[in-house]
């Protein structure tokens, strides 16, 4: 009995730490001609009630999945972006306002080759910025990672802080 009992506590706190908690990364790039591109890695998992306990959505998955389900399981991503973080961006001396094209991909934008392959919805917008800020909104509920490709910088950003003011030719200032 006291096996079995055992046994049970183990798996359950197997379950409990069975995937890492999912967290937000956005990646900026930008060329030389100032044509830049805002991606943002949304792990479907976020509009779970309970991420951690959830498992990945796999490329297997979307093939079963209903056209309905896909076009909404986008949509909710860059609605969640839209609460949960706030991009200050500039064109010249004017604020403009991201407008993201979805995709689905594998974490860190890899392909989807394998059937068990994870799933993130991946949103993207390219834009002519000149600078750029992030916020991680108050309600966000995850981290949100701002990576900056030119200066190899990264910074960590919790429900509330900001990142430091991007200027796209020139890195983190």
Not at 16 to 28: D, F, G, R, S, V
Not at 37 to 54: A, G, H, L, Q, S
Not at 105 to 111: L, Y
Not at 137 to 163: I, M, Q, R
Request: charged share 20%; net charge positive.
């Amino acid at each position: 009995m006291k096996i079995c009992v055992l046994g049970l506590i183990f798996l359950s706190m197997v379950q409990a730490w069975a995937n890492p908690e999912p967290e937000i990364p956005i990646t900026i790039t930008a060329d030389a001609s100032g044509n830049s591109c805002v991606t943002v890695e949304i792990d479907p998992r976020c509009f779970t009630e309970d991420p951690m306990r959830e498992r990945y959505l796999m490329k297997v998955d979307l093939l079963r999945q209903p056209g309905a389900f896909l076009v909404g399981t986008k949509q909710q991503a860059v609605q969640s972006i839209a609460q949960w973080i706030i991009f200050d961006a500039m064109v010249g001396s004017s604020k403009v306002q991201p407008k993201f094209e979805t995709t689905f991909r594998g974490i860190d934008n890899a392909p989807l080759k394998k059937p068990d392959d994870p799933v993130v919805v991946r949103c993207r917008w390219t834009a002519k910025l000149s600078t750029l800020q992030v916020h991680a909104g108050k309600k966000c509920p995850y981290a949100v990672v701002v990576t900056h490709d030119a200066s190899k910088t990264n910074v960590t950003l919790f429900p509330g802080e900001k990142s430091p003011r991007l200027t796209l030719d020139a890195g983190f200032k």
